[in-house]
Structures are given as structure tokens and as C-alpha cells.
T-cell receptor
Framework: QKEVEQNSGPLSVPEGAIASLNCTYSDRGSQSFFWYRQYSGKSPELIMSIYSNGDKEDGRFTAQLNKASQYVSLLIRDSQPSDSATYLCAARRGSNYQLIWGAGTKLIIKP | SAVISQKPSRDICQRGTSLTIQCQVDSQVTMMFWYRQQPGQSLTLIATANQGSEATYESGFVIDKFPISRPNLTFSTLTVSNMSPEDSSIYLC???????????FGPGTRLTVL
């Protein structure tokens, strides 16, 4: 059973701090990894995709991938209350395969 | 990314009835998908909507219950048939633009079955 695991949280982080969200996956054949943000009552919104080992930065967001250890993480710098949401991690083998979704981590940024 | 709309945004239905959800994209896309998200849960893929052929259903989902149409590269419908309260959920359409590995979601349809 291919799985993507996330801590459900909630993860509480003070405003201005770095929020660190983690995700592990079981399928070593996974090639593509995605982080989505989902506000309550809204649909998932793609934040970042990452395909190679290492870091990928986009504004306040940094995705990190370590294929040897089979984990993906998302760092949010200078956390804002507006970052409070559920963050979903997803992985797939390739474009002809379905996304395998984690259960999501609820993040709360405290002012 | 593509602009995706879904209709209706929400509905309350009686058990035993059917509801058809529409998904419209502002550009042609190769892949369209239908997901279900139950309260507090992650996403479950129902099926891949294939243009010009029958949809590909995931385990636990059948065509009689969730018929899907995909008449062209910008539009798809999902019907939830013979509804029961267990079908109460958010139904999401997603698309994968041609040549892209990323999926983008529509705003969702919140369905409540009484």
C-alpha cells in the first residue's frame, strides 16, 4: 500500500517564526512531490512542487526533498496568521500515475 | 494555472435523488479528475475523466453510482446517483494542464444529503 504520512497536528507556531511541516512517503518510485494549502471550507491550492533532492524556494516558502530518507518538508518563514490552514502533501510516480495524498497537517499561527 | 469553475457550489438533496456537478475550465486540458473530500478527511480520487472514452474509476467507485461525462477538453460532469446521507461530502474537480505535472482544483461542490 503506497502511503504518504503527515502529522495531523494541530501545529501551533507563533507569528513571525518558522513553521516546519513534514511528510514521509513509502513508495521509493515516487518522482514528484507537491504541497497544497487548504483553508477551511475552500479547495486545495498548490503552493509548490519539487522533483529533485535539495531545497526549492518560493518567497517565504521552501520545500525540501530527501529521496534517500523518503521525506519532504515545507518551511514557512515569517509565519503570518493568514498561513493558518491545513497543508496537504502529495506524491506520485509520474504523470501517468495518480497522486497519493497525505491526511494533511493543520497549522495554526498565533498572533 | 487554469481557471476552473464548478456548479453548483453547494446543494442540499433528498435521499434517492441524483445531482449532476459541472466542471468548466478556461483552457483545454488533457487530464480532468473528480475527487471526494469528506469532513476532516483528505482527498479521495473517484475517477479520471477521459475525453471521448469512459472514465477510469478507482477502487470502491462504480459507474452506476458516479457516472461521468467528458464531451470535450474543457468540460466534465459528475453525477452522484441514488444519493444517501453517506454521499454528503465535498466534490472537487481538478485538472492537469497539458504538459504539466501539477494539478489545480476547482472551488468544489458541497453536497448535503438528507
Amino acid at each position: 500500500q503506497k502511503e504518504v504520512e503527515q502529522n495531523s497536528g494541530p501545529l501551533s507556531v507563533p507569528e513571525g517564526a518558522i513553521a516546519s511541516l513534514n511528510c514521509t512517503y513509502s513508495d521509493r518510485g515516487s518522482q514528484s512531490f507537491f504541497w497544497y494549502r487548504q483553508y477551511s471550507g475552500k479547495s486545495p491550492e498548490l503552493i509548490m512542487s519539487i522533483y529533485s533532492n535539495g531545497d526549492k524556494e518560493d518567497g517565504r516558502f521552501t520545500a525540501q526533498l530527501n529521496k534517500a530518507s523518503q521525506y519532504v518538508s515545507l518551511l514557512i518563514r515569517d509565519s503570518q496568521p493568514s498561513d493558518s490552514a491545513t497543508y496537504l502533501c502529495a506524491a506520485r510516480r509520474g504523470s501517468n500515475y495518480q497522486l497519493i495524498w497525505g491526511a494533511g497537517t493543520k497549522l495554526i499561527i498565533k498572533p | 494555472s487554469a481557471v476552473i469553475s464548478q456548479k453548483p457550489s453547494r446543494d442540499i438533496c433528498q435521499r434517492g435523488t441524483s445531482l449532476t456537478i459541472q466542471c468548466q475550465v478556461d483552457s483545454q486540458v488533457t487530464m480532468m479528475f473528480w475527487y471526494r473530500q469528506q469532513p476532516g478527511q483528505s482527498l479521495t480520487l473517484i475517477a479520471t475523466a477521459n475525453q471521448g472514452s469512459e472514465a477510469t474509476y478507482e477502487s470502491g467507485f462504480v459507474i452506476d453510482k458516479f457516472p461521468i461525462s467528458r464531451p470535450n477538453l474543457t468540460f466534465s460532469t459528475l453525477t452522484v446517483s441514488n444519493m444517501s446521507p453517506e454521499d454528503s461530502s465535498i466534490y472537487l474537480c481538478s485538472v492537469e494542464p497539458t504538459g504539466d505535472d501539477e494539478q489545480f482544483f476547482g472551488p468544489g461542490t458541497r453536497l448535503t444529503v438528507l
